[in-house]
């Protein structure tokens, strides 16, 4: 089972723009489905994105779509969420997640492998 380790998320302010990476370990990283999500306190874990094995085809959360961007490069064994004009409600802990089947709108249990998390924090 492959072991994800997110980073890149830090405190930032509204408007700014930050990139999030997920360094994936211990299995073949091109035969996974991967995918971003995220969970702020008192509330459950929200779908944002998910990119399919060659990275061509994506999908996103309509609250997210035109502002966050899902990549992976599979030569890095590397997911990315590129997220532009953050606001506050953006604040969280962000996931990676690996799963094998690609869905329009994928669910926590889609998914088989779990980062750890990074905090991102947006001040208004």
């Known amino acids: 089972q492959v072991q994800l380790v997110e980073s890149g998320g830090g405190l930032v302010q509204a408007g700014t723009s930050l990139r999030l990476s997920c360094a994936a370990s211990?299995?073949?990283?091109?035969?996974?489905?991967m995918a971003w999500f995220r969970q702020a306190p008192g509330k459950e874990r929200e779908y944002l994105a998910t990119?399919?094995?060659?990275?061509?085809?994506?999908y996103y959360e309509d609250s997210v779509k035109g502002r966050f961007s899902i990549s992976r490069d599979n030569a890095k064994n590397t997911v990315f969420l590129q997220m532009n004009n953050l606001k506050a409600e953006d604040t969280a802990v962000y996931y990676c997640?690996?799963?094998?089947?690609?869905?329009?709108?994928?669910?926590?249990?889609?998914?088989?492998?779990w980062g750890q998390g990074t905090q991102v924090t947006v001040s208004p």
């Open positions: 211990g299995g073949t990283f091109s035969s996974y489905v």
């Open positions: 997640a690996a799963g094998r089947v690609l869905k329009v709108h994928p669910t926590t249990t889609d998914f088989t492998s």
């Open positions: 990119v399919g094995r060659s990275g061509f085809t994506t």
